[in-house]
């Protein structure tokens, strides 16, 4: 009697490891398959964001050249006129400079998004600045309308 109940539950206990041991193995083997879905999905999704972030680096870095190119191109033409202190005769040769500043930045504003917030508050208060002083040196009276003060020079260079 006693060998059948020690049979029984020897019996029983290694049924009940059997089935735990089974268990477990088919649970571990879904949470592998699992996490190697996972795994695949996270590297497909960090591949495409790479990818992504790649294009938008490349976006920024190439208006940030085209509008540091055309600030050049610009900066030499107000340089001109600053140097000519208003010699200039030819009507067109102004409206071109003219033209020139504007779709600069017409440029600039539509890509601005593109840039930091320093270098947007850098390139905003340098437009005005080139605003009010050619203003100023053409216009005196139009200054005083458009603000009481100054502009103060930029002291941060623009990064």
């Given at each position: 009697?006693?060998?059948?109940?020690?049979?029984?539950?020897?019996?029983?206990?290694?049924?009940?490891?059997?089935?735990?041991?089974?268990?477990?193995?088919?649970?571990?083997?879904y949470?592998?398959?699992?996490l190697?879905?996972?795994?695949?999905?996270?590297?497909?999704?960090?591949?495409?964001?790479?990818?992504?972030?790649?294009?938008?680096?490349?976006?920024?870095?190439?208006?940030?050249?085209?509008?540091?190119?055309?600030?050049?191109?610009?900066?030499?033409?107000?340089?001109y006129?600053?140097?000519?202190?208003?010699?200039?005769?030819?009507?067109?040769?102004?409206?071109?400079?003219?033209?020139?500043?504007?779709?600069?930045?017409?440029?600039?504003?539509?890509?601005?998004?593109?840039?930091?917030?320093?270098?947007?508050?850098?390139?905003?208060?340098?437009?005005?600045?080139?605003?009010?002083?050619?203003?100023?040196?053409?216009?005196?009276?139009?200054?005083?309308?458009?603000?009481?003060?100054?502009?103060?020079?930029?002291?941060?260079?623009?990064?």
């Amino acid at each position: 009697m006693i060998e059948e109940i020690l049979t029984f539950v020897i019996g029983s206990g290694l049924l009940i490891a059997l089935i735990g041991f089974v268990a477990r193995s088919v649970f571990l083997h879904y949470l592998d398959r699992d996490l190697a879905t996972f795994k695949e999905s996270l590297k497909t999704e960090a591949i495409k964001r790479q990818l992504v972030f790649s294009e938008v680096y490349k976006r920024r870095i190439d208006v940030i050249s085209d509008l540091y190119r055309q600030s050049v191109v610009v900066g030499r033409l107000v340089a001109y006129v600053v140097g000519m202190q208003g010699a200039i005769k030819d009507e067109g040769e102004i409206r071109k400079i003219e033209e020139r500043v504007k779709a600069f930045k017409e440029s600039y504003e539509e890509n601005r998004l593109w840039l930091n917030e320093q270098c947007c508050k850098a390139m905003d208060q340098l437009l005005s600045q080139h605003s009010i002083s050619a203003a100023a040196k053409f216009h005196p009276l139009l200054v005083n309308e458009i603000c009481d003060e100054r502009p103060q020079p930029i002291v941060a260079p623009i990064a």
